[in-house]
């Protein structure tokens, strides 16, 4: 059974893929590139999308971490000075 595409999905391929040919004539039309180049070029050019695309997930796991290491702290701080408070009393009595 053929898996339908999901609808942003399917929409955002086309865009993508008429985007690639735009680019592909400029290159040919107004800056006079070969066809290897322009191959190359587009290459690079995926390559530099695909790495921000993991910079942006890598950015995200990093502040996924960073939240749950600030609740960490915190709740060890509250722990902590909970901790203190107690020590300080028996100090008193």
């Given at each position: 059974?053929?898996?339908?595409?999901?609808?942003?999905?399917?929409?955002?391929?086309?865009?993508?893929?008429?985007?690639?040919?735009?680019?592909?004539?400029?290159?040919?039309?107004?800056?006079?590139?070969?066809?290897?180049?322009?191959e190359?070029?587009?290459?690079l050019?995926?390559?530099?999308?695909?790495?921000?695309?993991?910079?942006?997930?890598?950015?995200?796991?990093?502040?996924?971490?960073?939240?749950?290491y600030?609740?960490?702290?915190?709740?060890?701080?509250?722990?902590?000075?909970?901790?203190?408070?107690?020590?300080?009393?028996?100090?008193?009595?």
């Amino acid at each position: 059974m053929k898996k339908e595409p999901e609808p942003g999905m399917h929409f955002i391929r086309i865009r993508t893929d008429e985007l690639d040919e735009r680019c592909r004539q400029r290159l040919n039309e107004e800056l006079g590139m070969d066809e290897e180049s322009i191959e190359i070029i587009m290459n690079l050019r995926d390559q530099v999308i695909a790495l921000q695309a993991r910079l942006r997930e890598l950015e995200s796991m990093l502040g996924t971490y960073q939240a749950g290491y600030n609740s960490r702290l915190i709740k060890f701080r509250q722990v902590f000075y909970e901790a203190e408070w107690e020590d300080l009393e028996e100090t008193k009595e």
